[in-house]
């Protein structure tokens, strides 16, 4: 049974930096590719970043290269997610996974407000 487990979201000023983790269970986790998505209220979900099985690989979206850092560690069969220079546009629920389909984690939530 698959299940990811998202967590280190909060709330976080304007520039701030939240570190975002995954733990993933019931999949061959170095066998896969993980990505991390998004979903802001009102929006749909969107791919954030993504790393390849061995980490050497990462893909960014536009809005967040530069600020947001992915890694992965297969020992661990986590996944992180380091955001800096957070801004207001980066609110929304976080989630990790291996494919754009079910089952989905909870999520973590990340508020930038001031």
């Known amino acids: 049974q698959v299940q990811l487990v998202e967590s280190g979201g909060g709330l976080v000023q304007p520039g701030g930096s939240l570190r975002l983790s995954c733990a993933a269970s019931g999949i061959i986790f170095s066998a896969y590719r993980m990505d991390w998505y998004r979903q802001a209220p009102g929006k749909e979900r969107e791919l954030v970043s993504s790393i390849n099985t061995g980490g050497s690989v990462t893909y960014y979206a536009a809005s967040v290269k530069g600020r947001f850092t992915i890694s992965r560690d297969n020992a661990k069969n986590m996944v992180y997610l380091q955001m800096n220079s957070l801004k207001p546009e980066d609110t929304a629920v976080y989630y990790c996974?291996?494919?754009?389909?079910?089952?989905w984690g909870q999520g973590t939530r990340v508020t930038v407000s001031s």
């Open positions: 996974n291996f494919r754009n389909s079910p089952p």
